[in-house]
């Protein structure tokens, strides 16, 4: 396949994942509303769902012989960047939700795109052109002005100012994830490394939530949201905001780099704010009008950058292998 074709596949897969993604904080608030869950145990339930699906990829790749071949400390790696990634990271997330809207929690955890970037500066020191920069501030130009526009409309400050730390906590936690993910990615391929760290990070969740709970297994059977409607809204959780786009993102950080999905990424505040205008009917301000179009201009630019990428030996430069 050709490279820029290669791109271009890696960028649908990107944009698709991150707009499946950002379901996930209007369902959970939909939980959230229908019942009187918690936190760690909505988390448990979604990891419940999703966990047969990776748990069948996992399977899937052993048995034919699909799995590559690479140091134990590397399996090691991916399941501690699953544990931090998607445990600790959607602990942060599902915390923070109880307190801020879909909306702003979107805008608040799409900090984590800088932080990659960055992380890949001074860690891996992977340049960042001038028009990455360029596309970095477009981007955040417009959060800030969104999240000005929520914090103006906000009552009680003291909660919001505490749930805006949970999903900063969040989005820190994740940005590591995603620098990392990048470097083990192509040492055991996409599906591989998404079906691993998913499955080392339910192991946590699991642990959590009986620690903190201190009950048995009995105890999930019994949950009340299972023998509601709401039920529908865990299972879509579990299914079209995480096992679906996981791949799609692991897939297309192989093909296009982590510094270039880290950016792509930001088109999901645009995608939360209009489904939670839509589904549950929060209201929106100008700046957060103004800042969805700086995060589209942003993005855009970010396509035109990595398509015309000529460097094959650049570290973020996609494999013409597919």
């Known amino acids: 396949m050709k490279r820029t074709n290669l791109y271009n596949q890696g960028f649908l ?3 698709l994942g991150t707009i499946l993604f950002s379901t ?3 369902l959970i608030k939909l939980c959230f509303k229908a019942s009187n869950i918690d936190a760690s145990s909505l988390l448990m339930l979604r990891m419940l769902f999703s966990l047969p699906f990776y748990a069948a990829a996992m399977w899937y790749f052993f048995t034919s012989k699909q799995l590559k071949k690479a140091k134990a400390s590397t399996y090691f790696a991916a399941c501690i960047i699953g544990i931090l990634g998607y445990y600790m990271s959607s602990l942060f997330d599902f915390i923070g939700l109880q307190y801020v809207s879909a909306s702003i929690e979107r805008i608040i955890l799409f900090i984590y795109p800088t932080l990659a970037v960055l992380l890949n500066l001074f860690i891996f020191k992977v340049p960042i052109s001038k028009k990455q920069w360029l596309a970095i501030f477009i981007t955040y130009l417009g959060i800030g002005l969104a999240y000005w526009g929520e914090l103006n409309q906000t009552p009680d400050t003291k909660m919001f100012f505490f749930g805006t730390w949970m999903i900063l906590l969040c989005a820190v936690t994740f940005a590591f994830y995603l620098v990392w993910s ?3 990615i192509p040492k055991i391929g996409a599906p591989q490394f998404t079906s691993l760290s998913m499955l080392a990070a339910s192991v946590g969740i699991f642990i959590h939530y009986f620690v903190t709970h201190q009950q ?3 105890s999930i059977v019994e949950m009340p949201i299972l023998y509601s409607s ?5 299972i879509a959780l579990a299914i079209i905001a995480t096992v679906i786009p996981s791949f799609l993102m692991s897939g297309g950080m192989k093909r296009i780099g982590s510094n270039d999905l880290a950016i792509i990424t930001s088109i999901g505040p645009v995608s ?3 489904q939670a205008r839509w589904v549950l009917n929060e209201a929106f301000s100008w700046e957060q009008i103004l800042g969805t179009v700086f995060v589209v201009l942003g993005v855009i630019l970010v396509k035109k950058v990595g398509a015309t990428k000529t460097n ?3 570290p973020n430069y996609p494999s ?3």
Do not use: E, N, Q, R
């Open 13 to 15: 897969w990107a944009v």
């Open 24 to 26: 996930k904080a209007i």
């Open 182 to 184: 990048g470097k083990i």
């Open 216 to 218: 048995g297994i009995s």
């Open 230 to 234: 709401s039920v529908w809204y865990v």
């Open 272 to 274: 939360t704010l209009f």
């Open 312 to 314: 094959p030996d650049h």
């Open 320 to 322: 013409p292998k597919g």
